[in-house]
């Protein structure tokens, strides 16, 4: 079976946990400021594409911003995401034909040039390194589509994960038995892509080896040494893992939670020099703009880090973990991203 067939089959197997959705007016609510880009586009927009709509909320937050103005499309490798949009889309009485929904892949979009004047990228850039063996050709591949699609003018969003600057080791303490199980798990289980069959989870071995060498079993100890890189991974996963525990859609040794093979900071050379918010800029416009002899195609217009305290007090409850530098490094497993970028050209 082709990667592309076992991704679309992993999301649908992962997303159908998630057909409850709890507080969805709270979460409209927190998008609403973000996704709000007419004071940037400089012109009425008229096409929106949001790529990777998971549960579908993006597409009503942005049907509730831009309604009277614009058609918007949404895709999605899983049919599971496209069906709960549907139902969402049913359930706030909107019209379908004001959301197109398509199945399909963000490094490969099937839309002509320039077609769109606003492009929406929010949490999909790391789906998209992770699910591929090839993660950053495939995560270059969706920022050259993005740009395609993009009109004169046209605003790309990015939002994701932002990763810390390198601050060394990282002595972690492992303060509940919940906490030294999870980091079993974890050490067991992170990017092994089990689920997926001996076949497909070999083309993702040299993750593995990298996590296997750097993640000490633990021997009944209760303090270990990571790299800054993986103890990022490791703390972040924790917090959203604990989350879906808490749910009753994950639960430890879980093999087929949706995130245990995802890597929400991708790099270019294994788990190793991840990107912050000024390298994701430069990465992202030297992709787009490389042997230009002109003008560049894309410009950064804003670029925020979004510190979320609240994401960090269940790892306190768990873990202690400090830097080299004597930095308390929890407080670095809470940062996001948001960008957005013009194509002037």
């Known amino acids: 079976m082709q990667i592309s067939k076992k991704l679309k089959n992993h999301l649908n197997k992962a997303n159908s946990r998630y057909i409850q ?8 609510a927190s998008k609403y400021n973000d996704f709000y880009l007419k004071d940037c586009i400089g012109k009425k927009p008229e096409r929106i594409l949001n790529i990777g709509i998971g549960n579908g909320l993006e597409l009503i937050t942005l049907y509730k911003i831009y309604k009277e103005e614009v058609k918007i499309t949404g895709i999605d490798v899983s049919t599971t995401s496209i069906d709960l949009a549907k139902n969402l889309i049913a359930e706030n009485k909107i019209d379908p034909k004001q959301i197109k929904l398509i199945i ?12 769109f004047d606003i492009v ?6 790391h789906e998209v390194f992770s699910y591929s063996p090839n993660g950053m050709e495939a995560w270059e591949l969706a920022i050259k589509e993005a740009c395609r699609v993009l009109d004169h003018g046209g605003l790309l969003y990015i939002e994701d994960f932002a990763a810390t600057n390198e601050l060394g080791d990282v002595k972690i303490t492992l303060k509940s038995e919940y906490a030294k199980n999870y980091y079993k798990y974890f050490r067991n289980e992170y990017r092994s892509f089990k689920s997926w069959g001996k076949t497909h989870s070999k083309l993702f071995s040299q993750d593995r080896k990298i996590i296997i060498k750097n993640m000490p079993v633990l021997k009944g100890k209760n303090t270990v040494t990571l790299g800054s890189d993986l103890t990022l991974e490791f703390l972040t996963h924790f917090k959203i893992f604990n989350n879906d525990l808490n749910s009753g ?6 093999k087929e939670w949706i995130e245990i093979n995802e890597r929400y900071y991708p790099s270019s050379d294994g788990v190793q020099n991840l990107m912050g918010v000024d390298q994701y800029i430069k990465k992202i416009l030297d992709v787009v703009n490389k042997d230009l002899k002109t003008e560049p195609k894309f410009k950064c217009l804003k670029s925020y880090k979004i510190e979320r305290p ?9 873990f202690s973990a400090y830097a080299e530098t004597g930095d308390d490094f929890i407080q670095f497993s809470s940062g996001k991203m948001k960008i957005i970028f013009r194509k002037i050209s």
């Open 21 to 28: 959705l709890n507080n969805i007016d709270e979460i409209i």
């Open 104 to 115: 399909g892949n963000a490094t490969n979009l099937s839309f002509p040039n320039k077609c």
């Open 120 to 125: 929406f990228m929010n949490s999909l850039l």
């Open 249 to 254: 859609i994950a639960t430890l040794g879980d």
């Open 310 to 318: 609240n994401f960090t007090e269940d790892i306190y409850k768990h």
